[in-house]
């Protein structure tokens, strides 16, 4: 992957997903990439709601990109 070629990687999931993510990464053997984790649901919101969402990751992601 991305990660094991030196490239920051952050993925988005909502909180609803959480535990499937980490079953993911322990199975993929990639338990030092960590989700950033937003708010459910996502795809019944209105754009404005999307944008929320969106500013609720900004600092996550920032935090993930920026540590590797």
């Known amino acids: ?14 909180a609803a ?4 993510a980490e ?3 322990a199975a993929l053997g990639a338990e030092q990439l960590a989700p950033v984790v937003i708010t459910h649901p996502l795809s019944t919101l209105s754009e404005d ?3 929320a969402r969106a500013i609720e990751a900004v600092s996550q ?8």
Do not use: H
């Open 1 to 14: 992957g991305l990660e094991t070629r030196g490239v920051p990687v952050a993925v988005i999931i909502t």
């Open 17 to 20: 997903f959480a535990r499937e």
């Open 23 to 25: 079953v993911q990464r």
């Open 49 to 51: 709601e999307i944008q």
């Open 61 to 68: 992601i920032r935090t993930i990109l920026v540590a590797r």
